[in-house]
Structure formats: structure tokens, C-alpha cells
């Protein structure tokens, strides 16, 4: 008998065990409640909020590391969003505001800026920053899971979500968290269009563009980023779209160009054969001409043309289209043989197109599918204003794949919008799954004031999120609860969503926005400085909306046009400020205070000891702020003399011996950090 032979069969055993393991492990089923699907910004933060929630989670990833997209885009490598790391505050939240590419989390520490101090940061950068958010918070993600279906299971009492992967093993859920983000490049159809180079395979190297005329198909960021690039090579750069180029400066829009890359809208106002156009992509013809022909003249043509290249023309000229062979055409096809100065009528030796990215939803079965919204051009799914995917109830859209309920209004799309977003729908989820009411803040009503303004002037979800996330104020007599970025198009579902009820006392909204009206912003009279005519500010600006019932669905549907919310009972702008501090007393502090006491009715002025011992002898009922102060041993005496006579005597508290209740403890630590009684203007202390 063979000596080997024991050894071969022991190794057949060992490989026919080892195979059925690994099928066993590729046919299997996991269950979790939630599901996020994708480990880029939007995953890895719900991943966060999930994490502190002690949650039943896991992240899958295709690939082999967070934050893939960004290994490859943008293509020449230099992100767009500001890395302001020098702002001259200490205050972290402020600071957010200026900090575009960071996550949330409970470390001051786990900033971009630990791998990159440029203000616009390296792509390179932004997976190395994911990397390390994963490790420092411990988060659970699963790479390498790629996958490709994704459907809906119910049962009599539940609905739940299966996703299937490249190996046939099976992912259950209770909830479906997307964050795919937007990766699937955008495309239009038209004759020719098989000529075009994409975004997503062209050469980077500029030198390859040397001499060559270029044609870019459209007008967004990435057309500019490419055509910024090929600048000092390429003799012309033409660039065509729907519609003329939205400036972000303008606009107000992040989306829309940016200034970093428009150096291309010089060098065409300058003549410097460089230019735009505007048509409808897909009446283009994009075609190779025949060698021989004659122009309208009679003349030969193509003396001077190079091989290969590309003419575009308009398909009404186009002859027989049925049976035309796109990279044939005649002279007489061509838009100079009919209009003679045609814009286009030069040939191309490039047409790139760069026209953005559309949500992936070839991945969902038909139950679990979430219908293409109308905005973006059916780009991205369709999602209720609380980011649930519109009759897919359960499976929630996160990050830029759910920018389609603040398309071109706000910063939902971008990194710095959507972190707040993913934080709200924690929330959502924290109220309908565990029963956790909305996270809040307890004051008192004459504490209301100074907290307005400690929100105004550092708060960065409702400073970027725009008009679609706001602060709401319920008031409730002598104290009011705060709650923090509220999706404002769920107003009407407010109850149910976060779990607090809107008493007969009514409700503020504090949101953040822009004027509406449109006006040369870089022209005089631009800035509005005068707080009487606060209503006609143009720039970013606090408005407070004051409602004594919660606003309902058909109110929100038939709000004013451009308004974020319905017509409210009472209105107040703060005048827009150069600095954007707001913290002016008589341009800012005063009007706010008279417009509060208009919806409190009651007097919110602040007094000093003396003037609230006068009243309470005089007077049947002081001040609220004089019953909750200076009745309470909190009052203000005038001078430093009398206060430490006071403290000495012990006729006032000390700070540990302070009587604060019910009011949020945190709100009496920021007084004492900020010192909100002298500097904002107002004779608080507490």
C-alpha cells in the first residue's frame, strides 16, 4: 500500500469539510434590526448614533474600506468642501459651521483636520478620516459584502427587509437604513451619445488633452473641476447644458458651482476661446464625417481635420434617421451648411460627458423599492419628510440619496447637512422602535431669550440645514421646552414623531434662511442694517414663527410659495448681521425680546434686585422674571459691592446653593461660561 496514500485521503476529508463550512456560511441567514446599508459618511454616522444607542446594528460594505466613493471621485482629487480649521472660537459647536467634511461624535477630537489642514482638503484625505471614525468609536461594519437585491417580507405584525449578497447569504432586518449615496453615472440618451467619454473613465492627465478641442457635456461641479484642469492644454473648451450656470454665491445653493472651479467663465468673458452653451442634450447628434464631401460653397472640406473627430449637430437635420449610421454624416447634415456662424460647427477631438450621479435602484425588488422622486429628474428616490421611503415603510434613505426633499433649497446633499439629517432619523427611530421621546430642553420662560440666542449664534444643524431643519419652542406658561432640529416639513406629524405635546400655549419656530427676494449680491444696498425693516434682510438671518396651534398637513401643502412653513399668527425677522453673531441689544436683543412677550404675554424684561424688591412691595405680582429670580434668592443687585455684601450676608445663594429647578442644568453651566447676564445684554443671572 502506498505510504502517501492516508495523507491524500486525510487532505480530501480536511477540503471536503472546509468547503462544507464555507457553503454552510454563504447560504446563511443573519438577523439584526437595523441594516445600514453602506460605510460612507451617511452610514458610518447613523452607525454612531446606533452605536451610543447600544442598538442591534450591523454596516455592510462592498468594498474593502469606508468611504470608497471617495478613492476615485472627485477625479482630480481635491474636495470642494471647506476645511476651516482657524475660526478664533474655542466653541465646538460654532466651529462646525465652518467645518464642512467632519461627522458627529461624542470625541471634540475626531475631526478631518487630524489628517489634513488645507481648507479644501485632499479626496485622499476623506477615506483615511473614515478609517479612523470606524476605529476610535468602534463601529460595526462588515466589508466586502456586496448586495444585489434587496427585498420586502410581510407577516401578519411585521414587515421586515431581506438583502442578499454576492455569495446567497442573507441579511434580515426590522429596519432598512440606505446610504449608498449616489455613485451610478448620470446619462443622457441621444444620437451619438456611444461617442461620448464619461466622467468616470477619462484621463486625468492634463497632458493628454494637449492641442485638442474639447466639447463638455454640462455645467455642474464636475464639468468645471474637469474643464479647470485641462485649461492650460487643451486650445478650446466648450461646455453645454439644459441651462445657463447657477453660481453657489448666488444661489446660496452648495451644489451649484462653486467658485474654486469657475476660472473656465473668465477665460470665456475674456474671449479666450473658451465658452458655454445652452441647448437640450438630447436633441444633440453627436457624429464622424464622411472623408469626402463638399461644403455649401462646393469647396473640399477636411483639409486641416484630424482623423476621428467628432461634429455635433442637431437631429432635425439629421436625414433618414432610421437607417443613419451615427458615425456617418454629410455636409449637409451638418448645422453649418444651414446656419453658417453655428456655434458648434467646428469639429471636436473630445466629448466628456459630466453630468452628476442618480441613485442605484436596480438593487430593490418591487416591494421594497422606493418610487423616483420629481425633483433632481428622477434621480433619487422619493422619501417622506421624516427620510422614509415613500410606501416602503421601515426602510428609511440617508445622505445624499435623500437630498430630494431639500433638492436646491439647503445642504441636505452635502456632508455638513446630512450628518444633522441621520441625527434626526435616529431620532425618528429612537420614538417609533424604543419609545425615547425627542431629546429636549427644559427652561424657564425667562430663560427662553438667552437660549434663542445661544442657539443663533453657534447652532450648526439649523445654520446649514436651512429652512428644513428648526428649532421648536413649545411653551407652556412659566417654563417652555426646547427641541433641536425638527424636520420642518413633518411639523404636522410633530406629536407622534417626537412624542411631546403642543399645549394651548402654543409653539415657536426658530428656523434659519435667506431673503427671498432676488438682488445683485455683490451690489450696493445689498445688506439690510436697520432691524425696523429686519423682514427685507437678504442674507442668512434667524426668523421665528409663532403658531397657538400646530400647523396641519393642508396648511403646510398651501403655505405661501418659497415659504418653508405655513403663515404663522406672528412673525419675527433678526435683523441679518455682518458677523453673524446677532447679539446686538438694541438691533437684536431688544426686538427679540418684545416679540417673545407678544407670544408669552407676559413681561420678559430683566431687573435688578432693588427693582424687584420695589415691585414685590408695591405691586400684586411682580415680574416673572423677578418671581423666578429675585423671590427664588437668584436676583441681580447693581453693583459689585452690594453682590459680594449680599454673598456675604448670605441674602443670595451661592452658585453651588442656587435654586434652579426646572430648568436645564446645562443651560446654567453655559450662562456661567459665557457670562450671558453682561455680555448679551441682558441682566440674567441664574
Known amino acids: 500500500m502506498d505510504s502517501n496514500l492516508p495523507c491524500l485521503i486525510l487532505f480530501i476529508l480536511i477540503g471536503l469539510i472546509k468547503c462544507s463550512v464555507d457553503d454552510h456560511h454563504h447560504n446563511s441567514t443573519f438577523h439584526y434590526d437595523y441594516c445600514v446599508l453602506g460605510a460612507g459618511p ?176 454640462g455645467k455642474g461641479n464636475s464639468a468645471f473641476e474637469t474643464a479647470q484642469s485641462i485649461l492650460g492644454r487643451a486650445s478650446h473648451v466648450h461646455m453645454v447644458s439644459r441651462n445657463p450656470i447657477r453660481l453657489a454665491w448666488q444661489t446660496h445653493y452648495v451644489g451649484d458651482l462653486r467658485a474654486v472651479n469657475n476660472e473656465l467663465i473668465d477665460t470665456y468673458q475674456l474671449k479666450s476661446l473658451d465658452g458655454l452653451l445652452e441647448t437640450h442634450l438630447e436633441r444633440l447628434v453627436i457624429a464622424q464625417r464622411k472623408e469626402k464631401g463638399s461644403g455649401r460653397s462646393g469647396r473640399k472640406e477636411h483639409s486641416k481635420e484630424k482623423k476621428g473627430q467628432l461634429y455635433v449637430t442637431l437631429n432635425r437635420y439629421i436625414q433618414n434617421q432610421e437607417e443613419k449610421n451615427v458615425s456617418d454624416v454629410t455636409a449637409e447634415e451638418l448645422p453649418g451648411y444651414h446656419i453658417d456662424n453655428f456655434s458648434m460647427r467646428k469639429p471636436y477631438d473630445r466629448v466628456i460627458r459630466c453630468l452628476g450621479f442618480r441613485f442605484n435602484f436596480s438593487i430593490f425588488d418591487s416591494s421594497a423599492c422606493p418610487p423616483n422622486s420629481l425633483n433632481a429628474r428622477g434621480r433619487l428616490p422619493e422619501v417622506t419628510p421624516w427620510y422614509e421611503g415613500h410606501n416602503t415603510p421601515g426602510l428609511f434613505v440617508l445622505g445624499t440619496a435623500a437630498h430630494s426633499r431639500d433638492y436646491r433649497l439647503s445642504a441636505g446633499g452635502f456632508i455638513h447637512g446630512f450628518r444633522y439629517t441621520v441625527r434626526a432619523v435616529h431620532r425618528v427611530l429612537e420614538r417609533r422602535y424604543h419609545s425615547n421621546l425627542w431629546p429636549s430642553t427644559k427652561l424657564l420662560t425667562t430663560q427662553l431669550q438667552s437660549w434663542i440666542l445661544k442657539r443663533v449664534g453657534e447652532a450648526s444643524g439649523t445654520y446649514q440645514m436651512l429652512e428644513i431643519l428648526g428649532d421648536v419652542i413649545l411653551l407652556r406658561g412659566s417654563h417652555c421646552e426646547y427641541v433641536e432640529e425638527f424636520p420642518l416639513q413633518a411639523l404636522p406629524q410633530f406629536s407622534s414623531l417626537s412624542g411631546h405635546e403642543v399645549s394651548s400655549h402654543g409653539l415657536v419656530v426658530l428656523i434659519m434662511q435667506y431673503g427671498k427676494k432676488k438682488i445683485d449680491y455683490l451690489g450696493r444696498g445689498r445688506a439690510v442694517t436697520d432691524w425696523t425693516k429686519a423682514w427685507k434682510s437678504n442674507f442668512l438671518h434667524p426668523v421665528l414663527y409663532y403658531y397657538d396651534t400646530l400647523p396641519t398637513e393642508k396648511e403646510m401643502k398651501l403655505r405661501p410659495h418659497g415659504w418653508p412653513l405655513p403663515r404663522p399668527k406672528a412673525i419675527h425677522h433678526m435683523v441679518e448681521d455682518f458677523l453673524a453673531e446677532w447679539e446686538s441689544p438694541i438691533s437684536h436683543i431688544q426686538p427679540l425680546r418684545r416679540f417673545l412677550e407678544h407670544c408669552v404675554q407676559t413681561d420678559l424684561r430683566a431687573f435688578y434686585a432693588e427693582s424687584c424688591f420695589r415691585s414685590s412691595l408695591t405691586r400684586r405680582k411682580p415680574p416673572l422674571f423677578c418671581r423666578q429670580g429675585y423671590l427664588k434668592q437668584q436676583g441681580v443687585v447693581h453693583s459689585r459691592m452690594l453682590r459680594q455684601h449680599a454673598h456675604g450676608t448670605g441674602l443670595m445663594p451661592t452658585e453651588q446653593d442656587a435654586d434652579t429647578s426646572g430648568a436645564d442644568t446645562a443651560f446654567s453651566n453655559y450662562l456661567a461660561q459665557a457670562e450671558a447676564s453682561v455680555t448679551s445684554g441682558l441682566k440674567l443671572d441664574f
Not at 459647536?93 to 477630537?109: A, G, Q
Not at 484625505?125 to 478609517?131: E, I, M, V
Open 42 to 217: 451617511a452610514g458610518l454616522q447613523m452607525g454612531h448614533f446606533l452605536s451610543k444607542a447600544k442598538r442591534d446594528y450591523i454596516i455592510l460594505e462592498r468594498n474593502s474600506g469606508p468611504g470608497s466613493f471617495f478613492n476615485k471621485y472627485p477625479r482630480h482629487r481635491k474636495l470642494i468642501s471647506i476645511n476651516k480649521i482657524h475660526t478664533g472660537r474655542q466653541n465646538r459647536e460654532f466651529n462646525l459651521r465652518h467645518d464642512w467634511n467632519s461627522l458627529l461624535s461624542d470625541k471634540p477630537d475626531l475631526l478631518l483636520k487630524r489628517v489634513s489642514s488645507e481648507f479644501y482638503p485632499p479626496a485622499d484625505a476623506f477615506p483615511l478620516y473614515l478609517s479612523m471614525y470606524v476605529k476610535e468609536l468602534g463601529l460595526r461594519v462588515r466589508y466586502g459584502v456586496d448586495i444585489g437585491r434587496i427585498r420586502a417580507v410581510q407577516s401578519s405584525t411585521s414587515r421586515s427587509y431581506v438583502l442578499t449578497d454576492q455569495h446567497s447569504t442573507e441579511y434580515k432586518c426590522r429596519v432598512l437604513l440606505v446610504a449608498t449615496g449616489l455613485w451610478v453615472p448620470q446619462e443622457v440618451e441621444f444620437v451619438g451619445s456611444d461617442l461620448v467619454e464619461g466622467y468616470e473613465s477619462i484621463s486625468t492627465n492634463p497632458d493628454d488633452y494637449k492641442d485638442q478641442v474639447v466639447l463638455i457635456l
